[in-house]
């Protein structure tokens, strides 16, 4: 076990590397931050001088030579825009993402788990046709479209949640409502699957022959089995749901890494840039590394060897 | 260990939800919550000029020496109580007396001097410098305890004008651009800042002039227009500066006004078919601007018929609009065929996503209706920095005929601070050269009074008339909402200013 | 005689398909649905009029459902006085065209490169692998609007980028498949005859991966069309006049308060046809499931 987990973490920093080199270089070929600084009316001279001074001329390659000096000192940049360190600016918006994120897949693997379990019981049931139906209808919506109309209905018509912003608990339910729906339709499917095979499965019906209760059997039995699969699905939704966070915290306003990585995007702000891309990716392989642990601890076949 | 990681989870985001809940975002009393469109990146007074920075700051936290009247562009006093021209290259401005900074420090020549030095100091990009002082030489100095000089190595008669885009800040604020806290004279203190979220401003007691009504006032950001506009609808703010048009359907809470913007397309009159005056005049005529008021631009739109505003100096009121005949149009696309001009060649029609509201709307009617006229047009709608690429000087070797989407804004009073960049020979988005302008935009520059009027008049009708150097559009409309419970009117400066001090309770 | 053979062969082959289709209702419809949009996406374009998709200010943001005017004009116009019907057709062809070929080509791509990465293993193996890795630890989305930023938002480069993003699920659906298939008899039989590596990997071993890697990919066109809206909301998509379903929405949004319809319809086109999607692949995965198959064959056993 150990030993594969070293394996992962150092495969893990490899990708991170590999990831960071290529947006590093991908995103300095998209343009010159001077003309978006600068206002437009600014003159030639300054524009020049602007250039030479934030070394935006220099060939790529010493750019990313100064940028890997700089990083040895721990040192990830200075934001063009913010006139502050890149980092300070990520660490801000990290929790914000992270808060919504782990409670949107929380909400969305026990909601899952119940309406997958209930379904699989019976498969082809009025119950499992209804849930497949609607979930899936749900998650094949656009977010922003379902966000805005959402926004449209339940503050401007009804009056009942704040349009935006961060809160308190009515603050939270749109955005939430938002990022679950996609992962939710998926996992509702996985767990449907994995429900049925687990339940015409050896094990369950030497147990329901054994006069095992059918609560135990569900619950204890099939359950412990059915999640595997939805643990792994669950990881690769990681980064699905950081997409689902840019339109979320762009409309509703909410400071998060999303947000802050199309910002800084759209105004070139490089060492935003990298830095939100370098911690976010360390997030979420940080994620994928706890979930292959999760799932070591839950596959009896991996626990016992 | 599984339930474990759920419970966890699920408690640190309960805890975290209900940490907040009785935090109140809805304004109330004497405070007021207003919605913008972008996050302040930054809140240094030397970057007020910029639209997002000056809705919060500017003659709100720190106050600029002149102002310019939005009506008429005349210019009254704020810090600054008189000036004078001493010679040629040299002004003189009497500061206010007896007023203080929101950290005790008196309003004094010397402060002020600071205040310019550190704006227009090479080393930090604030864009008060690169926007307005970018190839001024200016020199400042205290020659009394509250008389400053200004002296600069060219004429400058309109630096009355430029003072009133120059915040003073106290002498105590960090040298370098980027101070989170800024303190000036205005009406507000800078209270807080939580990135991401919002900016407090609360009223200053020791202010030296009437004391406001708001109490407090919270800015906040949304991008979406539609949001903004749910937001004063739902009583969650009280002003939501820009909205879009289609999002100000309600009359009561809706003002219009004129934005100071004016929008054309330009034309790249460097390249065939472009180069040719009858190519440019049948684009003029192709385009149903009637059509289009009122429908993809608001109703209240004027059309135009040069780079600058009604109110500004130097805008020429007898020059006629374009007609819409598609007819004649047709007629001149084909005299020019006729000669040989390859009016079939491909058009690049360069657009910018969310320049205004139903940009991409307005690019495609553009389009068809330009088609319709026969010319060969193809749209490409860029993001500002890819757009930015082909605005400015140095324009590419290899391009071909573009014409590009723009929108230009001058609420500074005086046509100069349009007519060398968008114009002259050497104009930063200049793709025209014709030396007579060009005379008339330098005389017009070092001119004052009837004469500087003039000249800038004569230059607006050549380029009207004989150069065409644009499909011209409209000077536009903004749209705010105003919450019913307070009495504030947008204007044409709204859109780079928001005078708390000017709000009034219902 | 052989050639009847086979014939009846191929009849009982669709009849048995055609049966399965009808014991699930909800896939048969869904597949009905989406032969009509690809016939819609073939030769829906040549068949309206070109007076319906140009601009006429005039009948700007049409309300739906009026017989007053044309029945092109039945689901109304839009902000330019399209035709919505008209648009909405045309948007199915380039829709379709982006989705479908960014899943071709991510599928095959992906697919390839895990067969390659599963077979030999090793260190070809592993490098393929931590590409997936990169691609997968970064949120699409933003990877391509960085892109896209760089290029032109034309057809083919949204192709490539849409592809390229969602290509680490076929290689590692893929790579788990041969892993499994290689330890097989027929592979080690087909080893030892000599039989080269290329011919190994995709006489035998890739025609078994293909069922999986269908499935994965009827509901990754969903997920592709999603994408694409996604990146037209954040303004990156493809540009007018160019249309796709995904643009409409995007567009129409701002409209939501008073012309719902802009956005309402391109909208339930992708919810439906994602929906149908969906279905499908859930259909195809029993099928090709021989423990389950038999949930379509037997009618009788419908109840467990």
């Not at chain 1, 999303?258 to 370098?278: C, E, P, T, W």
């Not at chain 2, 026969?374 to 690429?389: D, R, V, Y």
Request: aromatic fraction near 10%.
């Amino acid at each position: 076990m150990r030993q594969y987990l070293s394996k992962r973490i150092f495969s893990s920093i490899l990708a991170i590397t590999g990831l960071f080199v290529m947006v590093f270089f991908l995103a300095r070929l998209t343009g010159d931050p001077g003309h978006l600084y600068l206002p437009i009316d600014a003159p030639l001279e300054v524009r020049k001088e602007f250039s030479e001074k934030h070394g935006f001329n220099d060939p790529i390659y010493i750019q990313f030579g100064k940028f890997l000096e700089d990083l040895t000192d721990g040192n990830f940049g200075y934001s063009l825009r913010k006139e502050r360190p890149a980092i300070d600016i990520v660490l801000e918006a990290i929790p914000v993402t992270l808060s919504l994120a782990a409670v949107a897949m929380s909400i969305a693997v026990v909601g899952a788990i119940l309406i997958g379990s209930l379904a699989a019981y019976r498969p082809n049931g009025i119950f499992d046709r209804i849930s497949r139906v609607v979930s899936l209808t749900a998650a094949s919506a656009p977010d922003f479209w379902v966000a805005i109309t959402a926004i449209l209905i339940f503050s401007v018509s009804l009056g009942w949640l704040p349009t935006s912003g961060i809160g308190g608990v009515p603050y939270w339910i749109m955005p939430i409502g938002i990022l679950v729906i996609r992962p939710l339709g998926l996992l509702v499917q996985v767990v449907r699957g994995s429900m049925i095979t687990a339940l015409s499965s050896d094990f369950v019906k030497t147990a329901r022959a054994k006069g095992v209760k059918e609560k135990v059997v569900i619950f204890k039995h099939a359950l412990r089995n059915g999640l595997l699969p939805v643990i792994t699905v669950a990881g690769d939704q990681a980064a699905a749901i950081a997409n689902g966070a840019v339109i979320v915290e762009t409309i509703f306003g909410w400071p998060g890494i999303g947000k802050l990585m199309i910002d800084s995007i759209m105004q070139r702000d490089f060492a935003v840039v990298q830095a939100s891309i370098l911690i976010t990716a360390i997030v979420i392989l940080s994620i994928n590394i706890i979930i292959d642990i999760a799932y070591a601890v839950l596959d009896p076949r991996i626990r016992h060897k | 260990m599984k339930l474990k990681n759920f419970s966890f989870a699920i408690s640190t985001a309960t805890i975290m939800a209900f940490g907040s809940l009785f935090s109140s975002a809805y304004s109330a009393g004497k405070d007021i919550t207003i919605v913008i469109a972008e996050e302040p990146d930054i809140v240094d007074p030397c970057e007020a000029t910029r639209s997002v920075v000056g809705k919060i700051v500017k003659q709100n936290v720190t106050e600029t020496l002149t102002e310019i009247n939005p009506a008429d562009g005349s210019v009254t006093p704020r810090l600054a109580t008189s000036w004078k021209q001493t010679d040629n290259l040299t002004w003189e401005f009497n500061i206010r007396k007896g007023i203080k900074f929101h950290d005790g420090e008196d309003l004094n020549a010397k402060a002020v001097v600071k205040s310019i030095n550190r704006a227009l100091n090479p080393k930090y990009d604030c864009e008060i410098r690169t926007k307005f002082f970018g190839n001024i030489k200016l020199q400042a100095s205290a020659i009394g305890s509250h008389t400053i000089s200004v002296k600069t190595e060219s004429p400058q008669p309109i630096m009355p004008a430029l003072m009133g885009t120059m915040t003073v800040v106290s002498p105590n604020t960090q040298e370098a651009k980027g101070v989170r806290d800024p303190k000036g004279t205005g009406p507000y203190l800078f209270n807080t800042w939580t990135p991401g979220q919002s900016v407090t401003l609360k009223r200053f007691d020791g202010y030296w002039g009437d004391k406001p009504e708001v109490e407090n006032a919270t800015y906040v950001w949304r991008n979406e227009s539609a949001v903004r506009a749910a937001m004063v609808k739902t009583g969650e703010a009280d002003i939501a500066a820009s909205i879009g048009v289609q999002d100000a359907n309600d009359p009561k809470m809706d003002f219009s006004y004129f934005n100071s913007e004016t929008s054309r397309l330009r034309i790249d009159m460097t390249r065939a078919p472009l180069n040719d005056i009858r190519v440019r005049k049948a684009m003029n005529l192709a385009i149903d601007l009637d059509g289009l008021m009122g429908t993809i631009f608001p109703k209240g739109v004027v059309k135009m018929t040069q780079i600058v505003v009604p109110s500004i100096n130097g805008h020429n009121p007898n020059l006629k609009p374009w007609p819409y005949d598609p007819a004649e149009a047709k007629r001149l696309v084909k005299a020019a065929k006729a000669d040989g001009v390859p009016v079939d060649k491909e058009i690049v029609l360069i657009g910018r996503l969310g320049i205004y509201p139903n940009s991409t709307e307005a690019m495609e009617a553009m389009h068809a209706m330009l088609t319709e006229v026969g010319f060969n047009i193809k749209i490409k709608m860029m993001e500002t920095a890819g757009w930015l690429n082909f605005l400015s000087r140095p324009y590419a070797e290899d391009r071909g005929p573009a014409l590009q989407q723009s929108q230009h804004d001058n609420n500074n009073g005086d046509a100069v601070f349009s007519m060398f960049n968008k114009y002259a020979c050497k104009g930063a988005q200049s793709t025209t050269c014709d030396k007579q302008v060009d005379a008339w935009i330098t005389e017009a520059t070092a001119a004052t009074g009837t004469k500087r009027r003039d000249t800038w008049r004569k230059a607006q009708k050549k380029l009207h008339e004989e150069i065409i150097p644009d499909v011209q559009m409209f000077h536009m409309v903004g749209f705010s909402r105003v919450n019913p419970r307070i009495k504030f009117t947008p204007t044409i400066s709204t859109n780079s200013e928001i005078q708390i001090s000017q709000v009034k309770f219902n | 005689m052989q050639l009847i053979i086979e014939k009846n062969h191929l009849i009982n082959k669709f009849r048995k398909i055609f049966s399965m289709f009808m014991n699930d209702k909800l896939a048969l419809i869904s597949i009905i649905f989406l032969l009509f949009m690809v016939f819609l996406a073939i030769f829906g374009p040549s068949l309206i009029n070109e007076s319906y998709t140009k601009m006429n200010l005039r009948l700007r943001n049409l309300e739906p459902f009026s017989f007053d005017h044309h029945i092109m004009y039945f689901f109304g116009a839009d902000a330019l006085g399209r035709s919505m019907i008209a648009r909405l057709i045309l948007a199915t062809q380039n829709t379709m065209f982006i989705a479908g070929s960014a899943v071709i080509l991510s599928m095959t791509l992906g697919g390839v490169l895990g067969l390659i990465s599963g077979y030999y293993g090793g260190r070809t193996g592993n490098l393929i692998m931590r590409m997936a890795d990169i691609i997968m630890s970064f949120p699409s989305l933003l990877l391509a609007v960085i892109v896209l930023y760089m290029f032109d938002p034309g057809l083919l480069n949204l192709v490539i980028v849409l592809a390229f993003t969602r290509m680490p699920i076929y290689m590692r659906t893929a790579r788990a498949e041969v892993l499994e298939i290689r330890e097989r008899l027929f592979v080690s039989a087909a080893i030892s005859m000599g039989a080269s590596n290329l011919r190994i990997i995709f006489k035998h071993i890739a025609p078994l991966t293909i069922p999986t890697l269908l499935t994965i990919a009827t509901l990754d066109f969903a997920f592709v069309m999603l994408g694409e809206s996604a990146l037209s909301f954040l303004g990156v998509g493809i540009q007018p006049p160019e249309v796709t379903w995904g643009l409409m929405v995007a567009q129409g949004r701002n409209y939501l308060q008073i012309a719902w319809w802009l956005a309402f319809f391109p909208g339930l086109i992708i919810m439906s046809v994602a929906l149908s999607l969906n279905l499908l692949s859930s259909w195809l995965r029993i099928v090709l499931d021989p423990r389950q198959r038999w949930r379509l064959e037997n009618i009788g056993d419908k109840s467990d």
